[in-house]
Nanobody, 131 residues
């Protein structure tokens, strides 16, 4: 069993900052993953990958919409992942989910040229940015 629990989020004004955190717990004997990522979803739209990081090698990938404003970071021996949201815009509003998975050449999630397949998700945390 794999569990992802997000924390943080909340409300901010345009130009402000927020920090999201996500903790991975693995209760089964073995879970194979090599990347952690953050997604967001706005009502009526598909879930969008915003940032992904490999747990080894340090490569990070960002959606164009957040590049230069958001930073993904691995913590706690790579079992936690944070997302620092800076220079927030109203269009950043949404429910943010963390996820774990693997990089795959045929992965269904594409971020900045990287392809991934995610198989576990957190419950989501709300981010609201007001103008």
């Amino acid at each position: 069993q794999v569990q992802l629990v997000e924390s943080g989020g909340g409300s901010a004004q345009t130009g402000g900052s927020l920090r999201l955190s996500c903790k991975l717990s693995v209760f089964s004997e073995y879970y194979d993953y090599n990347c952690m990522g953050w997604f967001r979803q706005v009502p009526g739209k598909e879930r969008e990958a915003v940032a992904v990081a490999y747990i080894n090698g340090g490569s990070k990938f960002y959606a164009d919409s957040v590049f230069g404003r958001f930073t993904i970071a691995l913590e706690d021996a790579k079992t936690s992942v944070s997302l620092h949201l800076n220079n927030l815009k109203p269009e950043d509003t949404g429910v943010y989910y963390c996820a774990t998975g693997v990089g795959r050449v045929d992965g269904s999630t594409v971020v900045a040229g990287g392809r991934f397949e995610f198989d576990h998700w957190g419950q989501g945390t709300q981010v609201t940015v007001s103008s």
